[in-house]
């Protein structure tokens, strides 16, 4: 099994380093990942400036760009061969809800999806690192039984078919006291803060994003709620944005639209 390992809190980040340790011992491992933070960059391509890949005292390679770049890079020249696996994180925070599209852990992993490559996701419920050995561990876990499925289904004996993009969110507890695993769903948050509006030494006006809003939808069944209840959250993403429940609404609205008359 070959895995790539991306994120997006740069190559030095705790996260990633004990996401290798723990990796490292059960398949071939390679680490592509920016040379810096590189959060809420989401799917974001570098496509009007050069980039270049380096490599760390550790082997870790890193690169000037976002963590997509990373992935594309590293599937379409730099690693000679098409790994088994992507994975992304410990992301230094939730990926939950709405942070999954703006996620840069996210976006490193749907790359490969979109590469046709099985992915997956890690982040930690809070910030600051806290019982991270118990997260790395938590992942390690779920890759080895998802390399199983992997092989099951290299067999042709399950319907199943690759590629898949899973959201993980590993709580910041010991791990006697994760309560489980459950699958769910991703819930809402509401509309982000107020921006922050500071005015610079040389007396011009910056802006900062605010804070990620509060959690909107949290009930039973969504990540938010398992998450904040002690599980281990996991979360199957797709990229198809149609909103295919109002196709035929569209459809009739196009059809009997005005068309303008000839000039």
Request: charged share 20%; proline share 6%; net charge negative.
């Amino acid at each position: 099994m070959k895995i790539l390992i991306c994120n997006d809190d740069g190559y030095q980040a705790t996260g990633i380093v004990a996401l290798y340790e723990a990796l490292k011992d059960i398949a071939d491992v390679e680490v592509v990942a920016p040379e810096h933070n590189n959060s809420a960059k989401s799917n974001a391509l570098t496509l009007n400036s050069p980039m270049y890949v380096q490599t760390a005292a550790n082997g870790f390679r890193y690169v000037n760009g976002t963590p997509a770049d990373c992935v594309h890079i590293a599937l379409t020249g730099l690693l000679g061969y098409r790994p088994d696996l992507v994975v992304s994180g410990i992301n230094n925070g939730a990926n939950m809800g709405d942070d999954t599209i703006y996620s840069g852990t996210v976006g490193a992993a749907m790359e490969g999806y979109l590469f046709g490559i099985p992915a997956i996701a890690f982040s930690q419920t809070e910030k600051g690192w806290l019982h991270i050995d118990v997260a790395a561990q938590r992942a390690k876990r779920m890759v080895l039984q998802m390399m199983a499925s992997l092989e099951v289904v290299s067999e042709g004996a399950h319907p199943t078919q690759a590629p898949w993009l899973l959201n993980v969110n590993v709580p910041n507890l010991p791990d006697d006291q994760i309560r489980g695993t459950k699958v769910v769903r991703l819930g809402r948050r509401h509309a982000a803060e107020r921006v922050i509006i500071q005015t610079s030494p040389r007396g011009e006006t910056m802006y900062w994003i605010g804070a990620s809003g509060p959690a909107k939808e949290e009930g039973e069944g969504t990540d938010f709620y398992s998450a904040k209840h002690g599980f281990v959250t996991v979360t199957p993403l797709q990229v198809d944005l149609t909103d295919h429940d109002r196709l035929p609404f569209w459809t009739e609205t196009m059809a009997t639209a005005v068309t303008p008359a000839n000039p």
